[in-house]
């Protein structure tokens, strides 16, 4: 069974840097996964980031950026805001119309 | 405005069944595959299901923790997909967000969930 790694938590300043990343339990996340990249915030739908590895979507600002670093897929958010403490989703598409979600990301920004 | 719309949660016992319904608006339902995804109480999204458009043959995948029970189907003269459950369990106890893959175009691949309804709680407890 296929499963979709990511950080169970991570915290930031406002204004740092921060990489989210999004692996594989077994072998590499590539392009080839399409790997996607969403916004869970209570009470709201939820928000499209990023798809295709890297290409955001419409209306989301350019300190979200998307990228493969080493055998993962990663989230990078520049310049922290407090209201980008919400939980982040990462999904690889595996194929013959099948998807798979990672655990989570709860990012504090504090 | 584009918008997708969940409705038909709600309490259930365990063993019974529940159809959810998304109502698309907004854009060209036909032209889109459609997916269902839920969230459990205190738990991460689960990918449920995904549901072709006519173009590509309106089948059907779903994940393995709903196979045999679920059923995604699709309605396009009303816009409306349909997640029939049957053979509920508590574990299937959820938000339920349906959500509209990216569509494919001219040398443009796209598998990704474009757009997402605020999704509709099912409670499934005796």
């Known amino acids: 069974q296929t499963v979709v790694t990511q950080e169970p938590s991570f915290s930031v300043s406002p204004g740092g840097t921060v990489t989210l990343t999004c692996g594989l339990s077994s072998g590499s996340v590539s392009t080839s996964y399409y790997p996607s990249w969403y916004q869970l915030t209570p009470g709201q739908a939820p928000r499209t980031l990023i798809y295709s590895t890297n290409t955001r979507s419409s209306g989301v600002p350019d300190r979200f950026s998307g990228s493969i670093l080493g055998n993962k897929a990663a989230l990078t958010i520049t310049g922290a805001q407090a209201d980008d403490e919400s939980d982040y989703y990462c999904v690889l598409y595996m194929g013959s119309g099948i998807w798979v979600f990672g655990g989570g990301t709860k990012l504090t920004v504090l | 405005e584009v918008q997708v719309v969940e409705s038909g949660g709600g309490l259930v016992q365990p063993g019974r069944s529940l159809r959810l319904s998304c109502t698309a608006s907004?854009?060209?339902?036909?032209?889109?595959?459609m997916s269902w995804v839920r969230q459990a109480p205190g738990k991460g999204l689960e990918w449920v299901g995904f549901?072709?458009?006519?173009?590509?043959?309106?089948?059907?995948e779903y994940a393995a923790s709903v196979k045999g029970r679920f059923t995604i189907s699709r309605d396009d003269s009303k816009s409306i997909a349909y997640l029939q459950m049957n053979s509920l369990k508590i574990e299937d106890t959820a938000v339920y967000y349906c959500?509209?893959?990216?569509?494919?175009?001219?040398?443009?691949?796209?598998?990704?969930?474009?757009?997402w309804g605020r999704g509709t709680l099912v409670t499934v407890s005796s």
């Open positions: 907004g854009f060209t339902f036909g032209d889109y595959g």
């Open positions: 959500t509209r893959k990216g569509r494919d175009g001219y040398n443009l691949v796209l598998r990704h969930f474009d757009l």
């Open positions: 549901i072709r458009s006519k173009a590509y043959g309106g089948t059907t």
